[in-house]
């Protein structure tokens, strides 16, 4: 079992950035890969960057250019930077990581809201 909790979640006016923090109980190099996703308010919850071995990324076409995946091993910390936030960035932030068994463990959420 793992647990992952995230911080750094808050209230930002558009344009403005933050870095959301997750850490994790384990070691992040047991981990296949390690991501973020975004729930809008009454809308699902969709993927918006994942971080594979060897340092591949993916992103979301509606954050690229905007939103950074990063990790550090040390900490077993995986953060999300996000700048040029717009107002359609709100809503609840969950870290989630697949080991290499391929289970998949989400945190509890952090809330972001971007007020125009």
């Known amino acids: 079992q793992v647990q992952l909790v995230e911080s750094g979640g808050g209230l930002v006016e558009a344009g403005g950035s933050l870095r959301l923090s997750c850490a994790a109980s384990a070691s992040l190099g047991s981990m296949t890969s390690m991501g973020w996703s975004h729930q809008a308010p009454e809308k699902a919850r969709e993927l918006v960057a994942r971080l594979f071995g060897g340092g591949i990324a993916y992103y979301a076409d509606s954050v690229k250019g905007r939103f950074t995946i990063s990790r550090d091993n040390a900490k077993n910390t995986v953060y999300l930077q996000m700048n040029s936030l717009k107002p359609e960035d709100t809503g609840v932030y969950y870290c989630?990581?697949?080991?290499?068994?391929?289970?998949?463990?989400w945190g509890q959420g952090t809330q972001v809201t971007v007020s125009s």
């Open positions: 989630n990581v697949i080991n290499d068994f391929g289970s998949v463990y």
